[in-house]
């Protein structure tokens, strides 16, 4: 019964999950993508004057030209292409694995996190390689300007052999922290999701349902996560206060950060971080809904819901 139920983690249901959330996330990130080059700029540029998301735009536009709007666009897609086929997999994976009649908010939260833990670990690399590639030619450090690379696998393999190992791992364990973001995300909509269905009555809701149970999702967990995804940024990244050692970890930024700009200098850069992520995430989600019930129909031969 229990080889049974492992082997059911192995199915083509679960790769339907997978590959509906990679492709959802990629076509969400790709629609998206300028409003996440605002939030890195005011996460990491000190200099760079916190102001509205339309007015940063128009400033990097203005000095920059539209391009650099869509700088390491391609290396983001693809980690997160990797990243969310990881989640997904885990998580339905799990979710089948651990499947009762009565499924709960309490085993979504858990469920997410431990899908979020194996998704950190294995994909913290990517997303180190892929915050450099976005910053290039913005930051201060100019031996880190000169570094060759332009691709994810030539810098990850760069940042290995010139920076040590650890350093693709920068910034893991603010991530392990961040766990909680997607975790409270998926618990949210599958909260919202199961109740949505349940007074349908057999009915498909309509796209737009899914796209606002997305936004209200991500919206709570980026709004009570956002400090650490800061801190997560510059330890990827690095960081230039000229009084902290360049090694100096999630704590002694975070306190630097509150001893020198306050509260809300953990909160820059949060309106556009709080636009990138809710449109992206209410886009991701109606598109994993259309893909998934589309492929399951072709795959699985399974009826949609009468719409």
Request: charged share 15%; net charge positive.
């Amino acid at each position: 019964m229990k080889s049974e139920k492992y082997k059911s983690i192995f199915n083509y249901e679960t790769l339907v999950h997978a590959v509906s959330g990679a492709a959802g996330s990629i076509v969400a990130m790709a629609t998206f993508f300028p409003l996440d080059t605002v939030r890195s700029r005011l996460q990491l540029e000190e200099d760079r004057e916190s102001k509205s998301t339309l007015a940063t735009i128009r400033d990097l536009v203005a000095k920059e030209g539209p391009c650099t709007l869509y700088r390491g666009m391609v290396p983001v897609l693809q980690s997160l292409c990797a990243s969310n086929f990881i989640y997904f997999y885990t998580f339905h994976g799990l979710k089948i694995l651990k499947t009762t009649k009565n499924q709960s908010a309490g085993n979504d939260l858990l469920i997410a996190s431990i899908a979020g833990v194996i998704n950190v670990l294995t994909t913290t690399p990517l997303w180190v390689v892929n915050t450099r590639l976005k910053m290039r030619g913005i930051c201060q450090d100019q031996e880190r300007n000169n570094n060759e690379y332009n691709t994810l696998w030539d810098g990850l393999i760069h940042i290995w052999k010139y920076e040590g190992l650890e350093k693709l791992w920068a910034g893991t364990l603010p991530s392990l922290m961040l766990v909680m973001n997607p975790a409270i995300q998926f618990m949210t909509y599958e909260t919202i999701k199961r109740r949505v269905i349940t007074s349908a009555r057999g009915v498909q809701p309509p796209a737009w349902v899914f796209f606002a149970i997305g936004a209200i999702a991500k919206a709570v967990a980026t709004t009570l996560t956002y400090p650490l995804q800061l801190i997560q940024t510059k330890l990827r990244h690095g960081h230039n206060y000229p009084n902290l050692p360049p090694n100096a970890g999630s704590l002694k930024i975070l306190f630097y950060i509150l001893k020198k700009q306050g509260i809300g200098g953990l909160y820059k850069g949060m309106e556009a971080k709080l636009l990138q992520t809710v449109l992206t995430a209410a886009l991701m989600f109606l598109s994993y809904e259309k893909i998934s019930a589309f492929v399951s129909q072709i795959l699985l031969h399974r009826p949609m819901l009468r719409s």
